[in-house]
């Protein structure tokens, strides 16, 4: 079974790259609702941080897990195509909400008939798309809020790099070595690119080019989307996911320590994984307050993000703040010659 896409000459020069939030939010959506997070190595840690948010605010059982069955088809509406290169995810919810009602019955038919029913609130999104897209873009941004959005800085590096890897193959190489390289499954063979071990579909044109999406939790097999008349799209995995939730180097927080502060350093390494402000005074034995009065000043500096997670704020590291760390990394820690601050002291850092 394949898929055979036909390029001309114009198709060709109208390939592009893009980054795609919503080609995270689905596939993750998945591994999280499915239970393949537990097996999968690479995202085991994400999957343990991230599910017991998403109970809490019950989307486990929500509209976006009833349109992200455990394996199968997706609707093509949850995955417009992305209006530049680096889409942000409001600009794709926008095309979400305007998505003709006619796509969304169709695709949501197709939904039942592979997967044999619809749940509730997919058959209301059926019958009344216009009154109920809002609702589900709604649940879509609290979902990127708690699952994705804290982690986000992290994973928009896999991407860029991926992408800067796969622009060179082209300057180096050309633009069949490339799609020779994507995957396994993918292959080109003289204006055809074919993709195997899929739902087999006649040949077609490409139209418009083809938009190629790198994504870090759409597992092993690429996914494709081809509804005209937008371009087609192929979403891929991202070099570099392997390595996406590994540790990064710790920081020398005595070389740290003289520009940002004793205690707000120690919040920073502390923010290798998002948390709350309860969270952090627990791990570092600051008060809740100093907590607070320190994370302001971090975000005011833009080392700092907040993330809504229902009555509570999850603050994590920004990309900034990763390279401030790992700048640090390598040079000498004096701090390892002298006594360690008391971590119960307040604020008193200038």
């Given at each position: 079974m394949a898929v055979e896409l036909a390029f001309s000459v114009r198709d060709l020069a109208q390939t592009r790259f893009a980054v795609s939030p919503m080609w995270e939010v689905g596939p993750s959506c998945r591994l999280l609702f499915s239970g393949a997070a537990g097996t999968h190595p690479a995202h085991r840690a994400w999957a343990a941080q991230v599910r017991p948010r998403l109970a809490a605010a019950g989307l486990d059982r929500g509209r976006l897990a009833e349109l992200v069955p455990p394996s199968g088809y997706v609707p093509d509406f949850l995955n417009p195509a992305p209006p530049g290169p680096g889409a942000t995810l409001g600009e794709e919810l926008e095309r979400i909400l305007t998505a003709p009602a006619d796509r969304i019955r169709a695709?949501?038919?197709?939904?039942?008939?592979?997967?044999?029913?619809?749940?509730?609130?997919?058959?209301?999104?059926?019958?009344?798309?216009?009154?109920?897209?809002?609702?589900?873009?709604?649940?879509i941004e609290t979902y990127w809020e708690l699952a994705i959005a804290p982690y986000w800085a992290r994973i928009r590096a896999v991407l860029d790099a991926d992408i800067f890897h796969r622009i060179r193959q082209i300057t180096e190489h050309g633009?069949?070595?490339?799609?020779?390289d994507l995957h396994p499954s993918v292959s080109w063979n003289d204006d055809s690119l074919r993709l195997t071990r899929r739902r087999p579909l006649p040949r077609s044109s490409a139209g418009d080019g083809l938009l190629l999406i790198p994504s870090v939790f759409i597992g092993p097999v690429p996914f494709t989307r081809v509804t005209p008349p937008d371009p087609p799209q192929l979403a891929y995995p991202a070099r570099g996911t392997g390595t996406l939730w590994e540790r990064r180097p710790a920081a020398s927080t005595g070389a740290l320590a003289p520009v940002l502060g004793r205690s707000r350093t120690l919040l920073l390494t502390e923010l290798e994984t998002p948390a709350t402000t309860t969270e952090l005074a627990r791990r570092t034995g600051l008060s809740t307050a100093g907590v607070s009065q320190y994370l302001a000043a971090l975000r005011a500096a833009g080392l700092?993000?907040?993330?809504?997670?229902?009555?509570?704020?999850?603050?994590?590291?920004?990309?900034?703040?990763?390279?401030?760390?790992?700048?640090?990394?390598?040079?000498?820690?004096?701090?390892?010659?002298?006594?360690?601050?008391?971590p119960g002291a307040e604020p008193s850092e200038s």
């Open positions: 695709d949501l038919d197709r939904l039942r008939d592979e997967q044999g029913r619809l749940g509730p609130r997919a058959r209301a999104l059926h019958a009344a798309p216009r009154e109920r897209l809002p609702r589900l873009v709604e649940e633009a069949a070595h490339l799609f020779h700092v993000s907040a993330h809504r997670a229902g009555r509570s704020v999850l603050y994590a590291r920004t990309s900034a703040a990763d390279v401030l760390l790992t700048a640090a990394a390598g040079g000498p820690d004096p701090a390892r010659r002298r006594a360690p601050a008391d």
